[in-house]
């Protein structure tokens, strides 16, 4: 990529732009929009079964949270449009880069078959319709986790195509993601560069809180949080970072504030019980600190700026946050997308450095 | 530092440990393989009796899934937190470095060097054909 405009320069020394936009969603408007991704065969099931509306319960395009009002058009599903995201969300924030994140229901599909070829099918719109035709946009590799093999399959046709930087996961599956099921999913990724994203979300298989099925969709959604825990204990423990040593983990809308927390918990816990998993042999928090990374939106703040700082001195290092406007769902207003408490000097390893050590695949791009 | 005699040889076979109070601090002392070791009776973490605790070996491995087990019964459970210590060298085997069980040298020595002196003998009688284990504290 050439060097910044003078404008994105001047935001980059000063921490407000030339950011790398670590979540974005450009949406799926429907099966119709696949098709011609699809081969014959999955086309003519697709229309003869009249498939269509795969999109995830657990945020759907109708609520309102799923699209400012000011980024959306009537009529119009949120994220569908490549002019909107251009306006709202590259030229809005003076990003750099921005990562796109389709969600649409592979991992919900029971067919492994059908959720292979559909994924393969996003993977080709998504390069052919966004990244070939904004170059500002990286892409997340959609897979279909319920069978390994094919997603590695996957991830080696997709690696080719530098410009796809993570593949892509939801939070809550059919199974804790550290899982040795998934270790090849993770061996491809590290072999080729590309960073593991956790996006919130959930196939909802399973219930989506460990004490059983909540009424509501407000418990759902906090629940959320609990479940990144789950997966994180599950990585380290299952030895999946210890597996894969160069491997990044990004948590895509997880939240951040119950890092100190829960990292607190996880040590205390380790050192009573640590025989039970000889091959983690530091805290977990370490092996979090250092192969797991955060996106900045939604961020559930504390009361306070100060509060915020504290907070992030408990974390306890600086590189673990992502810049992210999380477009176009709705998660603050206007061009508030930092949260009091943020130093500047933070803002700029948040907008630029930490995206750029987490996606080793943006660093070309950057040079 | 005295040097306090604070049993027979012959009282703490191997793989066992003894409980003594000296100078009104609980010490433990372990046998490992016919090796003794003193550790203070105070976990660094919480003042838990940690000499009372599990002995357990250390479990390690290579890589995730497999699993190796060495030096059986040379690490001390605190019963606890579960906390382990290297009774070779009261290191916590998860914070070597900054949490640490006070350890007092110990020695073996012939009743017949003890009836010299300059020894503490506690309450039982040297005798000059056995061996005692001698602590510093």
């Known amino acids: ?367 | 530092m005295p040097r306090h005699v604070v049993a027979p040889v012959a009282d703490i076979p191997p793989g066992t440990r003894k409980i003594v109070t000296i100078r009104g601090r609980e010490i433990g002392i372990f046998n490992l393989a016919g090796e003794f070791f003193a550790l203070l009776n105070r976990c660094p973490h919480q003042g838990a009796e940690l000499c009372r605790g599990t002995l357990v070996g250390l479990a390690t491995s290579p890589e995730p899934g497999v699993f190796e087990l060495s030096r059986r019964g040379e690490m001390l459970k605190c019963p606890w937190h579960g906390w382990e210590y290297d009774i070779r060298t009261g290191q916590s085997w998860c914070d070597p470095n900054d949490t640490k069980v006070r350890a007092y040298p110990v020695t073996v020595e012939p009743g017949e060097t003890l009836a010299k002196g300059p020894f503490v003998a506690e309450t039982f009688p040297v005798a000059v054909e056995q061996d005692y284990v001698v602590v510093d504290v």
């Open chain 1, 1 to 367: 990529m050439s060097q910044p405009a003078a404008h994105i320069a001047q935001g980059i020394a000063q921490g407000i732009a030339g950011g790398i936009d670590c979540d974005v969603h450009p949406a799926i408007p429907g099966m119709a929009a696949l098709l011609p991704y699809l081969d014959p065969y999955w086309q003519e099931q697709v229309a003869v079964r009249g498939i269509d509306g795969l999109d995830l319960s657990s945020f759907p395009p109708q609520m309102a949270a799923h699209g400012r009002a000011d980024w959306r058009d009537k009529g119009e599903k949120p994220g569908t449009s490549l002019a909107r995201l251009r306006a709202d969300a590259l030229d809005g924030f003076g990003t750099q880069l921005a990562i796109c994140n389709p969600l649409y229901g592979v991992l919900a599909i029971y067919n492994e078959h059908f959720a292979a070829a559909l994924a393969r099918a996003i993977n080709a719109w998504l390069a052919a319709e966004w990244l070939d035709r904004e170059s500002r946009l990286r892409g997340s590799i959609t897979v279909a986790t319920q069978n390994p093999e094919l997603a590695v399959d996957e991830i080696e046709r997709c690696a080719t195509d530098p410009r796809f930087v993570q593949v892509l996961l939801l939070n809550q599956g059919d199974t804790p993601l550290g899982n040795r099921r998934f270790w090849p999913i993770y061996a491809a990724a590290e072999r080729h560069g590309l960073s593991i994203g956790i996006h919130a979300g959930s196939i909802f298989r399973h219930a989506t809180t460990s004490n059983g099925w909540p009424s509501y969709h407000l418990e759902d959604y906090a629940a959320h949080a609990q479940s990144f825990q789950s997966n994180l204990l599950s990585l380290v423990h299952e030895g999946a970072f210890t597996r894969h040593p160069g491997l990044i983990f990004v948590m895509i809308e997880s939240g951040f504030t119950w890092l100190p927390t829960f990292l607190w918990r996880a040590n205390k816990t380790w050192r009573g019980v640590r025989a039970e998993v000889p091959w983690v042999d530091r805290p977990p928090s370490e092996y979090i600190r250092d192969h797991v990374r955060f996106t900045l939106q939604p961020t559930d703040a504390p009361p306070t700026g100060a509060d915020m700082a504290r907070l992030l001195a408990m974390i306890g290092r600086d590189n673990m946050l992502l810049f992210s406007t999380d477009y176009p769902h709705w998660q603050f207003d206007g061009d508030n997308v930092w949260p009091d408490g943020f130093s500047n000097a933070l803002k700029r390893r948040v907008l630029r450095d930490n995206p750029m050590n987490a996606y080793p695949r943006l660093k070309e791009a950057l040079q």
